[in-house]
Each structure stands twice: as structure tokens, then as C-alpha cells.
């Protein structure tokens, strides 16, 4: 399997504070990959690195091979690698229709309004509200819009920043089914930064858990969900006596300090 994004020891500063702390981690043709981990461990600044809306202090960030660390977001954009950042950040006056337009806008070729429709049939609300305003759509249809929008550059990559924020069991479940059917009909791959650990590893193939800016433990998502630490910290199905893991592993009183 091909690899598609490599990043190797990768730091981010924010002024005086490190953000990220030598995280390496890749992503592989029409894989999907997930990153989990508390608020402030690092997960939102990793995407942005990636990118381009932040750049790393140090580290590489390669991306079919090529070198990206440190450029322009719109020119990482246009490689390929597309982020859908947290909050969706939508354009609100816009209708639903010229939302998903905006997503093409560096394209030039004939095939956007046959996309369009392609959009519609993942995104069936999206199609019935489409000449709607797209600030009065619900949290779960803007992040729907939002993924349509990224979708439309057809990316090879695409970057989720937490897609479940703010929304229903119901719609969350929804948004990953269609993160699935999307890689599974078009063989984009997707890096997808989440809170939600159950569907998250439910969904992805593979994990990192990212803490206190650090990769504390990676694996594929079947033996990530079966490590008693992650089960008891991210799952709630494991022993509250849990003694501190190996060197290496989530540390529970860290976590639980974080998480909570």
C-alpha cells in the first residue's frame, strides 16, 4: 500500500508554548486513519500543520513524496489535501448550491455540476435545502455542506477535524457512514481528528492517540480498541483499577485529568 502523507518528528509552536512534540505518523492510499485524544492535546494543530495553516517549527511533512511542510494553505489545497477544519466555517449567505461551488473554484475542467449531483446523492438533505441560505441549516447538515464543499476540489486526501462536534448520536453516526461510502466509492483516503472514540475506531483502519502533544500509542483500530487502557479512558469498557500501562502507554492519571 502506498503511502500518501508521511510526518516525521513534527513540532508546532504557538509563541513561547510547543504544541506538538516530534508526532510522526502516515497515512496510506484509500486508508482511513483517526487521531483521538483529549482537549489541548495537540490534534487541531496537527491538521493545521499539515495543512498549511500553521507551520512546524521542525519535522518533515511529505505528501506524495513531495515535501509540503511550510506551504501556503490554498497551494496545499491545491495538491490534493483538503481540510475540513473544526466549526465547518461555511458561508452562511450563501445558498447550499453556491456553497459547494466554492469548493471548485480552483478547477477547471467541465465535470462540477455532474460533482454536484454526485455530492447530492451522498447528501440527500443537502439536495433538498440547496437553494436554502446555508447559515440556517442545522449543525449537521453545515457539516455535511462542509464536507461536500472540501469534496468538491476532489481531494485525494481529505482532513476531518472533528466532524461530530455539536452533533445528535443520530447525525454523527450518518456523517461516518458517509465518510466510508465516500472512500469506499472514490478510494479518497481521510485523516480524521475525533473526540468520539467508539465510531471513530469503529470507522477508521488505523489510529494514533495523541496526548499532551505526543503519540502515547498507534495501531490498527481493531487492536487499538482492545487495549485495556484505551477501552477504560476512551470506551468506558474496562476496570477502574487499572494500574498505570507500560512506558509508552496512556497514563491514567494524566488522562483522566485531560479527558475530564
Keep these: 500500500m ?52 500553521l507551520a512546524p517549527s521542525n519535522g518533515t511533512v511529505e505528501y506524495e513524496g513531495r515535501p509540503i511542510g511550510g506551504m501556503d494553505a490554498d497551494e496545499v ?4 489535501l483538503v481540510l475540513v477544519p473544526e466549526g465547518r466555517q461555511i458561508f452562511p449567505f450563501l445558498t447550499v448550491a453556491e456553497n459547494l461551488r466554492m469548493g471548485a473554484f480552483a478547477r477547471r475542467d467541465a465535470q462540477v455540476a455532474q460533482d454536484i449531483e454526485q455530492i447530492y446523492d451522498w447528501f440527500p438533505r443537502l439536495k433538498e435545502r440547496h437553494r436554502q441560505q446555508a447559515g440556517l441549516l442545522s449543525g449537521g447538515e453545515q457539516q455535511m455542506a462542509a464536507i461536500g464543499r472540501a469534496l468538491m476540489a476532489r481531494p485525494k486526501l481529505l482532513l476531518l477535524d472533528e466532524p461530530s462536534l455539536g452533533l445528535s448520536p443520530l447525525f454523527t453516526k450518518d456523517i461516518f457512514a458517509i465518510i466510508k461510502r465516500i472512500r469506499e466509492q472514490t478510494k479518497t483516503a481521510v485523516l480524521v481528528v475525533e473526540q468520539n472514540a467508539a465510531i471513530a475506531l469503529a470507522t477508521a483502519d488505523h489510529g494514533f492517540v495523541i496526548e499532551l502533544g505526543r503519540v502515547a500509542a498507534a495501531g490498527s483500530c481493531e487492536a487499538l480498541s482492545q487495549r485495556e487502557d484505551i477501552r477504560e479512558f476512551y470506551l468506558g469498557g474496562a476496570s477502574h483499577h487499572l494500574p498505570q500501562v507500560a512506558a509508552g502507554g496512556i497514563r491514567p492519571s494524566r488522562r483522566r485529568s485531560s479527558w475530564h
Excluded at 513540532?11 to 483521538?36: D, F, K, M
Excluded at 489545497?77 to 490534493?80: A, D, L, Q
Design 77 to 80: 489545497s491545491r495538491s490534493g
Design 2 to 53: 502506498s503511502t500518501l502523507l508521511s510526518v516525521r518528528n513534527l513540532e508546532t509552536w504557538y509563541g513561547p508554548v510547543r504544541a506538538l512534540h516530534g508526532v510522526s505518523l502516515e497515512v496510506h492510499a484509500a486508508q482511513i486513519v483517526t487521531v483521538l485524544g483529549a482537549n489541548g492535546a495537540g490534534k487541531t494543530t496537527l491538521l493545521n500543520t499539515i495543512a498549511g495553516v
